[in-house]
């Protein structure tokens, strides 16, 4: 059987955490769709192409990872691009909670048999969010051990720094 897995977020923007995701998963499952969705309740600091663009320039190196645009329910997205596998990632355990009550409901939605697969952070990104590569790099911390190098630069550059 062919696994064809998606791993979406928002992705504003990608961190080493959710590329470590994206490269374990490339080796698990024979296809991985990065889907980058719209957040209607996030500001973000990249528009969509932006994302898209940069998480293509990340992954390049990893010949079964794709990118695309998910917009609307994630359900709908997954019924009608024939995946059989989502990953989610984890940095803890409240992350746990969410995710679980998140993957319960979509069983419900999805068509056809979807297995959600969780997969923990490594150690060394566990604590990384987005949300805190955007803050420390605004701010002007060093981020190189948040963000990749390529997007690293691109927000800098985005921040005028």
Do not use: W
């Not at 696994?3 to 490339?26: V, W």
């Not at 932006?50 to 990872?65: F, G, S, Y």
């Amino acid at each position: 059987m062919n696994t064809k897995a998606l791993y979406a977020g928002s992705f504003d923007p990608l961190t080493l955490g959710h590329l470590d995701i994206i490269e374990r998963a490339s080796n698990i499952f024979d296809e991985v769709v990065v889907g980058v969705t719209i957040n209607l309740e996030k500001k973000t600091m990249f528009t969509f192409e932006e994302r898209m663009e940069m998480i293509k320039e990340v992954t390049k190196h990893l010949p079964n990872v794709s990118v695309q645009m998910c917009d609307g329910l994630l359900a709908d997205f997954v019924n009608n691009n024939g995946f059989n596998v989502v990953v989610r990632g984890l940095r803890g355990v409240s992350d746990f909670d969410s995710e679980k009550q998140m993957a319960q409901l979509h069983q419900y939605l999805y068509r056809d048999k979807v297995e959600t697969v969780f997969m923990m952070a490594d150690s060394r990104y566990d604590f990384i969010s987005s949300t805190m590569a955007k803050q420390v790099i605004s701010l002007g911390g060093d981020g190189s051990m948040l963000v990749p190098p390529y997007i690293l630069k691109t927000m800098k550059g985005k921040l005028g720094k």
